[in-house]
Antibody, heavy 120, light 109 residues
Framework: EVQLVESGGGLAQPGRSLRLSCAASGFTFEDHAMHWVRQAPGKGLEWVSGISGNTRRIGYADSVKGRFTISRDNAKNSVYMEMSSLTTEDTALYYC?????????????WGKGTTVTVSS | EIVLTQSPGTLSLSPGERATLSCRASQSVISRYLAWYQQQPGQAPRLLIYGASIRATGIPDRFSGSGSGTDFTLTITRLEPEDFAVYYCQQYGTSPALTFGGGTKVEIK
């Protein structure tokens, strides 16, 4: 069974950092891009970042560029999101999602999400 | 950045009726690189359509997508109770930068 399990969410103060992780199973991890998509309370979906299967293509939303860093470890079937200089605008449910193929296109499998709350 | 505008914001319909959802892009989406997702309350999104009109695995044929350029449509021919949800479009023509639309809520009238 294809599965994505996010972890690392929690409460962080403005200006601090947080690292999200996503453990994948049930498929050949390196064959798929991986994405982070967030959803603020009561709001719509916002694509945050994505990384191709071979890590050569990486993209970020303008809202997080320079503050968030995506990475992956194909040996551990995991993708990560290092978030720094957090603001209250980063408060959201963060979903890990699998790309349909190795490229940064669309997402065909989603995790249940991990909640990040930025507050003093 | 391509901005996707979905309309209407809310669609009030009865089971069995036809739903037509619009997604308009601020500039042309190359190669019809547009996907649609459904999100039920408290759940993660589910992929419905990609390539503007290709149904994802397991998606019923009452869901169909059409369009090209800047105008795209998701049609649900006969609404089932489980279809009442929020629907999002997403473009990947400007990969590696991707964007979602603001969503359309389909609610029971």
């Amino acid at each position: 069974e294809v599965q994505l399990v996010e972890s690392g969410g929690g409460l962080a103060q403005p200006g601090r950092s947080l690292r999200l992780s996503c453990a994948a199973s049930g498929f050949t991890f390196e064959d798929h891009a991986m994405h982070w998509v967030r959803q603020a309370p009561g709001k719509g979906l916002e694509w945050v970042s994505g990384i191709s299967g071979n890590t050569r293509r990486i993209g970020y939303a303008d809202s997080v560029k320079g503050r968030f860093t995506i990475s992956r470890d194909n040996a551990k079937n995991s993708v990560y999101m290092e978030m720094s200089s957090l603001t209250t605008e980063d408060t959201a449910l963060y979903y890990c999602a699998r790309g349909f193929n190795w490229n940064l296109y669309f997402m065909d499998v989603w995790g249940k999400g991990t909640t990040v709350t930025v507050s003093s | 950045e391509i901005v996707l505008t979905q309309s209407p914001g809310t669609l009030s319909l009865s089971p069995g009726e036809r739903a037509t959802l619009s997604c308009r892009a601020s500039q042309s989406v190359i190669s019809r690189y547009l996907a649609w997702y459904q999100q039920q309350p408290g759940q993660a999104p589910r992929l419905l359509i990609y390539g503007a009109s290709i149904r994802a695995t397991g998606i019923p044929d009452r869901f169909s997508g059409s369009g090209s350029g800047t105008d795209f449509t998701l049609t649900i021919t006969r609404l089932e109770p489980e279809d009442f949800a929020v629907y999002y479009c997403q473009q990947y023509g400007t990969s590696p930068a991707l964007t979602f639309g603001g969503g359309t809520k389909v609610e029971i009238k």
